[in-house]
T-cell receptor, first 111, second 113 residues
């Protein structure tokens, strides 16, 4: 298995632009998680899905952030409009009923 | 969710056992103890988890005290590649918080040659 796949690995964009991060979970995993990691705040859970349904989005910082999971093999995290404070590494993880398996992350820089 | 307390940093000599402690004194009966690690610039990696019995896998051993208020992750023969931040996390086994992992600051383990 290729593990969790995220794209792009690096994204540099200007303030105000829309950013879309993508994730392909491990086949057969029924949970999908989006995290954000910064030096100041550490690793924070943004939202997670179970069987493609959002379960808890209390970590989504504001309305500029949205996440979708249209099917079991694909999820997106969108930021519109992006701001410099959104600069971070964004991780996607998938899981069954044991441990979560993380992707390599997308490093987002908003200038 | 129960909180965990870990030392901010630890050192270990290569080839020796690394014993990483974690306190979770407010853990409830249906909460699991999970350990993850994050090597620099990579995503966190699942290591092991347990409820009340000691657990062992190819990566590590997990020792949970009988009262479940603390645990120790043991890397039996640490290598330089084990240098990472190690996170101890308590996670509920059911309910709407079932899937949530709350990462704290973790322990920075440095393995020296």
């Amino acid at each position: 298995d290729a593990g969790v796949i995220q794209s792009p690995r690096h994204e540099v964009t200007e303030m105000g632009q829309e950013v879309t991060l993508r994730c392909k979970p491990i086949s057969g995993h029924d949970y999908l998680f989006w995290y954000r990691q910064t030096m100041m705040r550490g690793l924070e859970l943004l939202i997670y899905f179970n069987n493609n349904v959002p379960i808890d989005d209390s970590g989504m910082p504001e309305d500029r952030f949205s996440a979708k999971m249209p099917n079991a093999s694909f999820s997106t995290l969108k930021i519109q409009p992006s701001e410099p404070r959104d600069s971070a590494v964004y991780f996607c993880a998938s899981a069954t009923n044991s441990g979560q398996y993380f992707g390599p992350g997308t490093r987002l820089t908003v200038t | 969710d129960a909180k965990t307390t870990q030392p901010p940093s630890m050192d270990c000599a290569e080839g020796r056992a690394a014993n990483l402690p974690c306190n979770h004194s407010t853990i409830s009966g249906n909460e699991y103890v999970y350990w993850y690690r994050q090597i620099h610039s990579q995503g966190p990696q699942y290591i092991i988890h347990g409820l009340k019995n000691n657990e062992t896998n190819e990566m590590a051993s997990l020792i949970i005290t009988e009262d479940r208020k603390s645990s120790t992750l043991i890397l039996p023969h640490a290598t330089l590649r084990d240098t990472a931040v190690y996170y101890c996390i308590v996670r509920p086994s059911g309910g709407t918080s079932y899937g949530k992992l709350t990462f704290g600051q973790g322990t920075i383990l440095t393995v020296h040659p």
